[in-house]
């Protein structure tokens, strides 16, 4: 016993000096428990883990080595769990729990399309008619259909319209993406749509100058660029994404280039180093300043003001924020005189983050962002001592490019695969030849039409600019145009990013030959990949659609309507194709607006509207009906109706050899802050009759 307690603080000790990369990862597991709970813990209960943690932090002090280590651990993970729950709390604002259908007046303090390719708007200072303030949500989205009149969106500006609202969808499926808890975090209380023409109530204030700001830079620069082109240029220079359209989106989408389009890494980074060099060369060049001035420090201090203002004029929006970060961190490295690329500062960076915004931990864009930066970091770590004379000098920027787009396209691939379900195929070619365009000609176009437009030259730049757009927007048409270009895959069990991620990060920063171990955990998550059990049968929230597995795919019980609902099914199942194709696969018969399938030793019914519910005469112990209208039925079957549902969520029905087995998305989810309260019918009937 002795000898293997001595092993262990051998092992431990010698990763002394080595530690701080994991204080992030153990502050996320912290994190990562908070919402996996299915239960809301009470303040007190978050007020003795943070005081627990803070106690942790301060005993580890006086234990010995070992047992410090194990203190501080666990210190950091309630840290991380207490974190999480006061954001929670902090954001913590109204929801609508009713369908709201009146007049909405609110300010615009954001500008975007939506899925359906409609201008959608963002609105706080909310007023709905017969609502007390304390009721009304801190801010709605309202996509806008239909002919708009006269009246462009102005940032800033209070209008008001009449709109469809509710509150924001649960999961679509049992487990899925809850954008009910990704609303919460943005205190997004309701959203919906208007087909009427939105009104101008008052004109903007001044209170949003950096937005405003944004909005006349998108203007002019789709005025000097027309078309996709402008509008790509509006995106990545002040993150305005309201003019791109959908089929240009899949493109980028299909060919792995969608993350040009985010103020992120990539930009922020190529930013900060163009000005970074250029003012260094240019100091350097100026005799008495180059050998009497700290330039290399003068010009990090140049190219965090530029990164700043960068974050300012995007929107600073999460993944801009953790970008900055980033280059911030390494910049002030620079600064200090300490390595700039470290696996320390890419923990710094993922410590600030987290601790300003602990739900960023469950977006793709925090994920793949540090993935790839935790793994370029490692890997050019382990080039740095490797012998590279033999290598020809004109060779060694393009191997670093290759490498760099392998490394971190391999890293950030799992995410990738696991949020968005599909693989671009040829995504490594497209990147190889779009990224450098992004660096050697738009960023720096985009810089040349910011200095220039003082002089009102700046045409001269968006030239060169708008060339290196339409040739990556090019790359994306010609490559999502081959076939094979893009590979569905299913969706993984909820286990699997976890454990694979904390095994690549056991890889990464253990040091010694032990750091192997963590391909064991990696292995184990492809594995239960591989063994991802799809449901027999999903129902959405609202009983509107429902799907069957079959031996070519699922099929679906509609054509047309809950498309959003439709398409993350079919990309969830690794099969891809369109509703309308998946409709084709159902596997029974619709009339009379029923489609009937088998499940079971049952049946499996879909009543598609009142007429249909009203003309069902009853059910058979073993059915299951789905209900897009409240149902009311005898004969011992299972329903679920808009009524049931409103308090389960979606629904996912297995076929074991038990008999059938049902979970919801309430099952999955628990009862949360984000989470609906259960429905008074009482309140609300009253709250319509007034």
């Known amino acids: 016993m002795g000898r293997a307690s001595r092993w262990v603080e051998a092992v431990v000790l010698g990763q002394r000096g080595h530690m701080f990369p994991r204080v992030p990862v153990l502050l996320a ?5 908070f919402f996996l709970l299915r239960f809301e813990p009470a303040p007190a209960v978050l007020l003795g883990v943070a005081g627990g943690g803070l106690a942790g932090v301060t005993l580890q002090r006086w234990l010995p080595p070992v047992l ?15 974190l999480a729950g006061a954001r929670a709390h902090q954001v913590a604002a109204p929801v609508l729990d009713f369908r709201y259908y009146g007049p909405v007046e609110g300010r615009i303090v954001a500008i975007d399309r939506s899925g359906s390719d409609a201008v959608r708007l963002t ?3 909310v007023v709905l008619e017969r609502m007390a303030p304390q009721d009304t949500p801190a801010r709605v989205r309202v996509s806008l259909h239909g002919a708009q009149g006269f009246t462009t969106p102005q940032p800033g500006a209070t209008v008001i319209l009449t709109g469809h609202l509710s509150a924001p969808g649960g999961a679509v499926e049992p487990g899925g993406f809850d954008l009910r808890r990704h609303a919460w975090f ?3 209380g309701a959203v919906g749509y208007t087909r009427t023409p939105m009104l101008l109530l008052h004109p903007p204030d001044g209170a949003l100058p950096v937005f405003a700001l944004r909005m006349a830079i998108s203007a002019r620069l789709q ?6 082109t402008g509008a790509f240029a509006a995106a990545v220079t002040a993150g305005d994404r309201s003019g791109m359209g959908q089929d240009t989106l899949q493109a980028l989408r299909d060919t792995n280039l969608a993350h040009l389009l985010a103020i992120s890494g990539l930009h922020m980074g190529l930013l900060a180093g163009f000005v970074f060099a250029t003012l260094r060369v240019g100091l350097v060049l100026i005799p008495h300043v180059g050998l009497r001035w700290p330039v290399k420090k003068i010009a990090a201090g140049g190219a965090l003001t530029a990164a700043a203002g960068y974050l300012a004029l995007s929107g600073g929006n999460v ?3 953790r970008a900055f970060v980033m280059v911030a961190v390494a910049l002030v490295a620079v600064m200090l005189d300490r390595r700039a690329l470290s696996l320390r500062a890419v923990a710094m960076a993922a410590l600030i983050v987290l601790m300003l915004r602990p739900e960023a931990l469950l977006g793709p864009g925090f994920q793949m962002s540090f993935a790839a930066t935790t793994a370029l970091v490692a890997v050019f770590a382990v080039l740095r001592d490797l012998e590279t004379e033999s290598i020809p000098r004109w060779a060694r920027p393009f191997m670093g490019l290759v490498i760099s787009s392998a490394v971190a396209g391999l890293a950030t691939a799992p995410v990738a695969l696991a949020h968005f379900n599909q693989m671009a195929h040829y995504g490594l070619l497209a990147n190889l030849m779009s990224v450098p365009m992004m660096g050697l000609v738009v960023v720096p176009g985009a810089v040349a039409a910011a200095l220039l437009s003082v002089i009102g030259l700046e045409w001269v730049a968006l030239w060169g600019m708008g060339l290196g757009l339409d040739w990556i927007l090019g790359v994306a048409r010609t490559i999502a145009a081959w076939d094979g270009a893009v590979g569905p895959v299913v969706a993984p069990p909820g286990a699997v990013l976890p454990v694979l991620s904390l095994g690549a990060l056991f890889v990464c920063l253990w040091q010694g030959r032990a750091r192997a171990l963590g391909l064991v955990p990696v292995a184990l998550a492809i594995g239960l990949w591989t063994q991802a059990e799809r449901p027999a049968v999903l129902v959405a929230d ?6 069957v597995m079959t031996e070519d795919g699922r099929g679906l019980s509609k054509t047309k309507g809950s498309g959003f609902v439709a398409r993350v099914w079919l990309e969830n199942d690794g099969r891809g194709g369109t509703q309308e194709s998946a409709a084709a696969n159902w596997p029974g018969k619709i009339e009379d607006r029923v489609a009937r399938a088998r499940l079971g030793g049952g049946e499996l019914l879909h009543v598609q509207g009142k007429r249909a519910g009203r003309a069902l005469a009853g059910c058979t112990p073993g059915d299951v009906v789905v209900s897009s209208a409240p149902l009311r039925l ?29 979970e919801t998305a309430r099952d999955r989810s628990g009862q949360r802050l984000w989470s609906l309260p259960p429905r008074n019918d009482r309140r609300l009937a009253a709250r319509a009759g007034q």
């Not at 410090?68 to 207490?82: K, N, Q, R, S, Y």
């Not at 005025?223 to 996709?228: D, F, H, I």
């Not at 109706?641 to 076929?655: E, H, K, N, W």
């Open 29 to 33: 597991c912290g994190i990562g428990t």
């Open 68 to 82: 410090a280590i194990i203190c501080l651990a666990v210190a950091l993970w309630a840290l991380g769990f207490a």
């Open 123 to 125: 609105l706080d200072r």
């Open 186 to 188: 943005q205190q997004l």
């Open 223 to 228: 005025a000097a660029l027309p078309g996709e």
């Open 319 to 321: 993944a801009t924020e």
């Open 542 to 547: 609202n009983g509107a659609l429902i799907g």
């Open 634 to 662: 005898t004969g011992g079957c299972r329903v679920f109706d808009p009524d049931s549902l409103r308090q389960t969520g979606s629904v996912a029905i297995f076929d074991t050899p038990e008999g059938l087995r049902f």
